[in-house]
């Protein structure tokens, strides 16, 4: 499964290799730049010192109050803001020091000089032995109000280039490691002459805004993934690796629900309930998934939503896609209910049937509604049977979960029986729903004309998409930004992290362009409180 990570493993490796080393930060206003920058701060074990050229101490202390909380040794602010001196004073305080100007060409201590005051105060600090890192953002605002507009008749003085060359040159005499951050996406000479170059990436997916770290270069690392999507909640940078390709669903606990409430399902995930609700009786959800997702992904998904029936006491109806088999099922269960809860709990319909020699034969078989099973022809199916299954339940008012892969519903037609069509699927599903304790989710391709017939009956509908080796889910209905779907901790089944842009973080306080980014539901306190997503509370325009 995708696992959340503090930083990529490439830039970890990255700046723990022996100093100096130079890293360029660079992106678009607002695309998390200063925070990728002071995390790798925080993570760094040695002399710490952010050069600030653009905010005072009180706002980042303000913006990032984790920056200084437990640091040891603690991180140290240098302000470089206006008012500061510029390089054609500079220029002439060297004029009139005629042992400095009789300096030969190339010397060290004359080259250092040409340096912005704060540059050379953060060198100072740490020395030529001690190992040490110096953030600056953003250069660029420090280096253009430093070297300024040259004046007629001044002193000749180096341009920005040659500043950024003499930086990088004295940056090898010692053990720093310099970051800088820039605030602009296009290449310039100082990608060549650093050693690192990290992209941070706003990108548009149908409305809705995504951030991606690109590793663009890292001398002397490898780099395995060089895409990883983050987010920023927190004021923390957080990314996301890709999923590992042996992942296998199992189900856990779900969460303890915050109160009970009569007519909906708790889904086990205070992640999913946060973002999408509780689950109505009577409704049904429709998960929209494209080819390339993984079923396993999809299967974790449902799986806290599953557990919560079961510990109810409630009952389930599976009908699984070809990939998947009974066995499976049982083996994802069998961690949190007994064989006998199993067997009185759960129905079965799987399209590769089971097989006398499973060795879990005898508990399947009694689950199953679809053959080979003993005299029955291949692929016979009880369907009647399930769904009867499901409506005896109600009467003991328990929660009943019925989890549809159309392709395997497809596959559960009764030999001879007219195939399910979007005239009449959309009217079954109804009808099945009616007066029960019971919800039904949906699951195929967007592009399955069955799925497209159930939209207009779904209470909610949830995109579920695959880029760049991560698990990407939002509401369709209620309209939600990108989550990514991610490993669990703590024992929570699974994480669903923001990739994207939200308003009111103290990041976005500082954007000057509009991103026009559609965001989640319930970000307006007078709309939908944080309190009410938190628990899962239905929205006021839901059903009740």
Not at 123 to 131: D, L, W
Not at 141 to 164: F, K, M, N, Q, W
Not at 241 to 257: G, I, S, Y
Request: charged share 25%; aromatic share 6%.
């Amino acid at each position: 499964m995708s696992s959340l990570l503090r930083l990529p493993p490439e830039l970890i490796e990255f700046s723990l290799r022996e100093p100096p080393r130079s890293l360029l930060i660079r992106g678009e206003p607002g695309a998390g730049k200063s925070t990728l920058g002071l995390t790798l701060l925080g993570a760094f074990r040695g002399k710490r010192i952010l050069i600030t050229s653009r905010v005072t101490t009180p706002e980042i202390e303000k913006d990032y109050p984790w920056l200084r909380s437990g640091a040891d040794p603690p991180v140290e602010i240098i302000e470089s803001l206006a008012g500061d001196a510029r390089i054609g004073s500079r220029a002439r305080t060297l004029s009139g020091a005629s042992s400095l100007v009789e300096a030969p060409e190339g010397d060290p201590e004359m080259e250092q000089l040409w340096l912005p005051d704060s540059l050379i105060e953060a060198f100072s600090r740490i020395g030529p032995e001690n190992p040490g890192m110096v953030v600056i953002d953003s250069w660029d605002a420090l280096v253009e109000r430093y070297v300024g507009s040259p004046r007629r008749g001044e002193v000749p003085t180096p341009d920005r280039e040659e500043i950024e060359r003499l930086m990088l040159g004295l940056l090898g005499r010692g053990k720093v490691h310099l970051v800088l951050v820039v605030e602009r996406s296009e290449s310039t000479q100082l990608d060549y002459l650093v050693d690192g170059v990290v992209a941070c990436v706003v990108t548009g997916n149908e409305d809705r805004m995504e951030r991606w770290t690109q590793l663009k270069k890292m001398r002397g690392v490898r780099i395995n993934h060089p895409w990883y999507p983050y987010t920023l909640e927190g004021g923390r940078y957080l990314c996301i690796a890709p999923m590992a390709p042996e992942f296998r669903t199992r189900l856990l606990a779900p969460l303890p629900e915050p109160d009970s409430r009569p007519g909906w399902i708790w889904p086990g995930s205070a992640d999913y309930a946060t973002h999408f609700g509780r689950l109505q009786f009577g409704r049904s959800t429709l998960l929209e998934v494209d080819s390339e997702v993984p079923v396993e992904a999809v299967r974790l998904l449902v799986s806290p939503l599953q557990s919560q029936v079961m510990i109810l006491g409630g009952r389930i109806l599976l009908i699984l896609p070809p990939s998947v088999s009974a066995s499976d099922v049982w083996e994802t269960f069998r961690t949190i209910v007994t064989p006998e809860q199993f067997v009185s709990g759960v129905r079965i319909f799987a399209p590769s049937g089971l097989l006398a020699s499973d060795p879990n034969f005898e508990i399947l078989k009694k689950v199953m509604v679809s053959g080979p099973l003993a005299d029955a022809p291949p692929m016979a199916t009880r369907m009647p049977d399930a769904y009867k299954f499901l409506k005896e339940g109600r009467a003991s008012g328990l929660p009943n979960l019925g989890v549809v892969w159309l392709n395997g519903l497809r596959a559960g037609l009764p030999e001879g029986a007219p195939p399910y069509s979007p005239e009449t699927l959309p009217a079954l599903v109804r009808k099945s729903l009616a007066d029960s304790a019971t919800h039904f989710i949906m699951i195929g391709a967007p592009t399955d004309p069955l799925i497209r017939s159930l939209q207009e009956i779904a209470s909610s509908r949830i995109s579920v998409k695959t880029k760049s080796g991560r698990v990407f889910v939002f509401g369709i209905q209620p309209l939600t930004s990108p989550l990514v779907l991610a490993q669990s901790d703590n024992g929570n089944p699974y994480h669903l992290r923001f990739a994207s842009i939200r308003p009111g973080t103290a990041i976005q306080r500082r954007i000057a362009i509009p991103l026009g980014s559609r965001e989640p539901p319930g970000d307006d306190p007078g709309d939908y409180s944080t309190a009410d997503r938190a628990i899962g509370r239905p929205r006021q325009e839901r059903p009740a």
